[in-house]
């Protein structure tokens, strides 16, 4: 018990930095928008109007969830938040277990600590009651948040309580997900593609099948109620959820070795594949699993997000909503301007990929491998080109395999969609690029590449809550691109949005060369 | 004399306020097996980070080959091998992947080296991915790989950390067999007895400078065992042999400092006192300190 709160303290101490930036961030975020939303609606017609504009609006609600309540200002507040930014809180809780879990087991820390009086279960419930003690402190902060922005006191607790929750949900996953397989990164995909998949499943549920929602925490946020008249049974859900999981967890813990997954290693070739003779095809074969698994997982949510397209129009059966689809232009532009949403995710989550590629090379270069490899005949030039290569031409071909995914799932106009998320590839290339850079400028600043994909989320609602000059929404390169395919292509965009990726990758370059290695 | 294969002069390297390497000077010859001593801390693998291009250093001038190891990578990295202090592999590699990519980026085709040879010899299992390799085990995975393939020069930092006595002694018979192709090698460690059995001259260095060069003859002063003994009764007197040093002598416990030249009279003397056990040690590098200080021996030589 001793070994567990020693082990907690340090994971805090540890952390204390992203804590309190990730904690921070969200809560200014929430306060923002609470204390927006009366300048922005003035009356409660207003409100209930906006409401019922998101509704009405599929690709809105898939990227939010539904307001339930249209009449409700909290709900109205935090549309953004209940479902969309839950998944940072989730990915928090992620982070949080992995580092404390598997990643310290692979380099040998737990071994460490091991031989003190901490039993094998102890890192699993340390790391869980850090993420604990985060996600009450954030919980509470995001209510008091809420109430001082504006809204009822009542909603912001359970709507503080939920966000919690679903951080938890991320954090107990993940303590699962770290059992199964004994590399760090593999741990963090199968959790993260986890909290992607519940993620999708209320999308989709969402506009199309309620049902679906069901399965997901991340529906049941919605679900809850928070602000008027809160379902409180639903927050059982969660409970039973997160304690399943982590008794799942220990049971696994106990059924394999310290530093070993569930299945035993098998080995592996004795010599290197005749291929194997560049530092690219080195970057290529480190990250071969992850860009298969990556390809496989964009190919299915891009099938799925174009095959539900077709049924949304049907969904809508208000006045209002009619009157919108006849502006837009019949049923058919309804469903671009749904897969132009749906591109421009996948446009995030492919960004995701790239940086982590290059977080990836910037991990192994402080474990001392960039210089293994640069200590042979590789130059830098390889390594560097082999980095950008996986990177940058991943992100291309994940792009393209997304946009085929939806295309199969859509069949229509099968040229545009495929190609609809490619259309956003010079933006991705863009925010890669500063977490390039920002890698070439010292091995940790790759986080630089985080940061830019952060801000280009929130810029835009930042700068439309704030009252900010336009400009500054406008520092996302995101939004600066046609939407295809509801809207047509635009040349000049593009362009210079890949002039920019390129100018940035020049820069990488030119510091790479010049600073030390390790 | 022709062109050293290593020559640093003067070399300063800062990591912020701290300076790591701060003047200092080494010289390696063609075909020579150069000791590179120094504590923890003392600067060996940054210099040797510098003579790879990993670092750039802030004054003073390194070459290899003749060549700045700045400027010209390439050309340098084609002729040497290197095998780092702290082996840290591609964990979901297996050990013989990672032997045969670490060759071919070298040059090398790993069907026509010596791979095959040393992976017996050395006893290593190159299925397990390197996750699974114990430190020793990934020494030797890095040993393959620089032994393998041809090279002019090796460069060693404390490459038998982790390897046990059996592996040591392999990996001491395949330094000689390569010193005597005429490889050049450059064995850095911080223990000297590791090195003696190797290298012809060593360099010492301490907090970035280098405090001693030369051949092991000529720092044969150098060379003092510690003798630790116990003895039934009174130890007998030491202090009057020779090449006998610092004399300590508590209840029936004596310690002393031996040169090479004292050895067998203290022994004898043990011998006769009916010592009941007797332990030696190699000096280790801060009592070499305070010995090269003490005999003001110390000097930022170049070796001459």
Redesign the interface.
């Known amino acids: 018990m001793r070994g567990t709160i020693l082990l907690t303290r340090l994971a805090w101490r540890q952390d204390r930095l992203l804590i309190a930036v990730w904690t921070l961030a969200l809560v200014a975020f929430c306060y923002a928008s609470a204390a927006a939303t009366p300048s922005l609606y003035a009356s409660a017609a207003e409100r209930a109007q906006a409401a019922q504009g998101i509704n009405d609006n599929p690709a809105v609600v898939a990227l939010y969830g539904p307001i339930l309540d249209v009449h409700s200002t909290g709900e109205l507040s935090m549309t953004k938040a209940t479902v969309l930014y839950a998944v940072f809180v989730a990915l928090l809780g992620m982070i949080l277990v992995r580092r404390h879990t598997r990643a310290d087991e692979?380099s040998g820390r737990t071994e460490l600590v091991s031989a003190g009086i901490v039993g094998p279960h102890a890192p699993l419930t340390a790391a869980f009651a850090a993420a604990t003690g985060v996600f009450v402190l954030l919980g509470v902060l995001v209510a008091l948040a809420d109430i001082a922005g504006g809204l009822t006191i009542g909603g912001s607790l359970v709507f503080g309580l939920s966000w919690a929750l679903l951080g938890l949900v991320g954090a107990a996953l993940t303590l699962v997900a770290a059992q199964l397989v004994?590399?760090a990164r593999t741990c963090a995909a199968i959790a993260g593609g986890m909290i992607g998949v519940l993620y999708l499943l209320r999308a989709i549920g969402d506009t199309s099948a309620v049902a679906l929602s069901w399965l997901s925490p991340f529906g049941w946020a919605t679900q809850l109620r928070a602000w008027s008249g809160p379902r409180w049974w639903v927050l059982a859900l969660y409970v039973v959820l997160v304690a399943g999981l982590v008794v799942l967890a220990h049971a696994l813990r106990g059924r394999r070795d310290l530093?070993a997954g569930l299945v035993t290693?098998r080995?592996?070739?004795?010599?290197?594949?005749p291929y194997?003779?560049?530092?690219p095809a080195?970057a290529l074969?480190?990250h071969r699993?992850m860009l298969i698994g990556w390809t496989i997982a964009l190919l299915g949510m891009g099938a799925l997000m174009g095959a539900i397209a077709p049924g949304v129009s049907g969904l809508l059966t208000g006045q209002a909503a009619q009157e919108m689809i006849r502006r837009l232009g019949g049923p058919g532009s309804l469903e671009r301007t749904l897969i132009a949403a749906e591109a421009s995710i996948g446009a995030l989550v492919v960004t995701v990929f790239a940086i982590s590629v290059v977080a990836h090379t910037s991990h192994?270069e402080q474990?001392?491998?960039a210089?293994?490899?640069?200590?042979?005949?590789?130059?830098?030039g390889s390594l560097f080109a082999g980095t950008l290569m996986v990177a940058a031409g991943g992100a291309l071909w994940l792009c393209l395999a997304t946009g085929i995914g939806v295309a199969l799932g859509y069949r229509r106009d099968a040229v545009p969609v495929a190609l609809s998320v490619l259309a956003t590839a010079p933006a991705v290339l863009v925010v890669v690029g500063v977490g390039v850079l920002g890698w070439a400028w010292r091995p940790g600043w790759y986080v630089a590449g985080w940061v830019a994909l952060g801000l280009s989320l929130v810029a835009d609602q930042i700068a439309q809550l704030l009252n900010l000059p336009s400009w500054v929404g406008g520092i996302s390169p995101y939004s600066h691109l046609a939407l295809v395919p509801s809207e047509s292509f635009r040349a000049v965009p593009a362009l210079v949005l890949a002039l920019i990726a390129v100018a940035l990758g020049a820069a990488a370059w030119v510091s790479y060369r010049?600073?030390?290695?390790? | 004399m022709t062109t050293p294969v290593i020559r640093v002069q003067d070399l300063v390297k800062t990591f912020g306020r701290f300076r790591a390497l701060d003047g200092l000077r080494l010289e390696v010859a063609a075909g020579e097996v150069h000791g590179f001593l120094g504590p923890n801390g003392a600067g060996k693998s940054t210099t040797i980070?510098c003579l790879?291009?990993?670092?750039?250093s802030d004054a003073g001038t390194a070459s290899v080959f003749g060549l700045d190891p700045w400027g010209e990578?390439?050309a340098i990295?084609?002729r040497l091998?290197?095998v780092?202090g702290?082996?840290?592999?591609?964990?979901?590699?297996?050990g013989?992947?990672?032997?045969?990519?670490?060759l071919?980026?070298?040059?090398v085709e790993?069907a026509r080296s010596d791979r095959g040879s040393l992976i017996e010899r050395f006893q290593l299992?190159?299925?397990?991915?390197a996750?699974?390799y114990s430190k020793g085990n990934r020494q030797k995975v890095?040993l393959v790989a620089a032994l393998a393939g041809p090279a002019e020069l090796l460069?060693l930092d404390e490459p038998t950390s982790g390897l046990d006595p059996l592996m040591e002694r392999v990996f001491g018979e395949c330094v000689r067999e390569r010193a005597g192709n005429g490889t050049t090698v450059l064995l850095s460690s911080h223990i000297l007895s590791e090195v003696e059995d190797l290298a012809e001259r060593v360099t010492i260095i301490r907090e970035g400078r280098t405090v001693e060069t030369g051949s092991l003859a000529e720092l044969r002063h150098l060379r003092r065992t510690t003798i630790t003994a116990q003895t039934p009764g009174p130890p007998p007197p030491l202090d009057a042999l020779v090449d006998v040093h610092d004399v300590h002598v508590e209840g029936t416990t004596v310690r002393c400092s031996v040169g090479p030249e004292g050895v067998a009279g203290v022994l004898q003397a043990l011998g006769r006192a009916g010592a009941t056990a007797v332990t030696s040690a190699p000096p280790s590098l801060e009592e070499l300190f305070l010995e090269v200080y003490r005999t003001g021996v110390a000097a930022a030589g170049d070796g001459s």
């Open positions: 692979e004994p590399s530093g290693a080995p592996g070739p004795a010599t290197g594949a194997l003779r560049s530092s080195l074969r480190l699993g192994d474990a001392g491998l210089e293994r490899a640069l200590s042979t005949g590789a130059t830098r010049r600073r030390d290695i390790g | 980070r790879l291009g990993l670092l750039r990578v390439g990295h084609r091998a290197h780092p702290d082996v840290t592999l591609w964990p979901n590699l297996t013989g992947e990672i032997i045969d990519l670490l071919r980026l070298r040059g790993p299992d190159p299925t397990k991915r996750r699974a890095a460069i």
